[in-house]
């Protein structure tokens, strides 16, 4: 596949994922295996800084950067040092286990800028390739007759109405836009 980003964004890893705190995880060993399956020369950097620590400071907070290269692009994500509700933890607070978890979340966000996962940030259920289209469902045309006789009674210019909601005609339009029009025939 010449696009890689592609090929990894149409993997669906929900059975991979796990929920906590109301949020929906990817374990980062699950994300490297998945792109380490297609992409064996896939490598990542822990990014230290000029002391050769593996996080960074501004001397309140702290983070971490993290690079994954594939295919040759590189990404890179920076991400604080959180505690289990995601707030930021004090410099003077964080352990060495709070680094590497931030450290794994990080490689994780980074792989997911590659493609894999990247759903699961958009806050969404499947990846692309497999999202279904939403089913439309138009009205029958006992409720077009009824709808034709209820603009009719109003004056309603049934022309007018159908170019308003992109509709051929009222049997075009969807049930969604049916009860939107009576509504407002109702309240108007």
């Known amino acids: ?82 505690d289990y509700h995601n707030k930021s933890i004090p410099l003077e607070s964080v352990t060495s286990t709070d680094v590497n978890k931030a450290i794994q979340r990080s490689l994780t966000k980074a792989v997911a800028r590659h493609g894999l996962g990247l759903y699961i940030y958009a806050g969404e259920d499947l990846p692309e390739g497999e999202k279904e289209e939403p089913k439309v469902e138009k009205i029958s045309k006992k409720e077009a007759t009824i709808l034709k006789a209820t603009l009719e009674k109003k004056n309603v210019n049934i022309e007018k109405l159908c170019e308003q909601y992109k509709a051929k005609n009222l049997e075009d339009l969807t049930s969604v836009q049916y009860s939107d029009i009576l509504t407002r025939i109702n309240n108007g």
């Open 1 to 82: 596949m010449d696009n890689y980003f592609i090929e990894l964004n149409s993997i669906n890893v929900n059975h991979m994922t796990e929920k906590k705190g109301g949020l929906t995880y990817l374990a980062w060993a699950n994300a490297w295996g998945e792109v380490k399956k297609l992409h064996p020369d896939a490598t990542y950097t822990i990014y230290e800084n000029a002391e050769g620590w593996n996080y960074h400071t501004d001397g309140r907070f702290c983070w971490v950067k993290t690079g994954v290269t594939v295919n040759g692009i590189e990404h890179i994500e920076y991400l604080p040092v959180m």
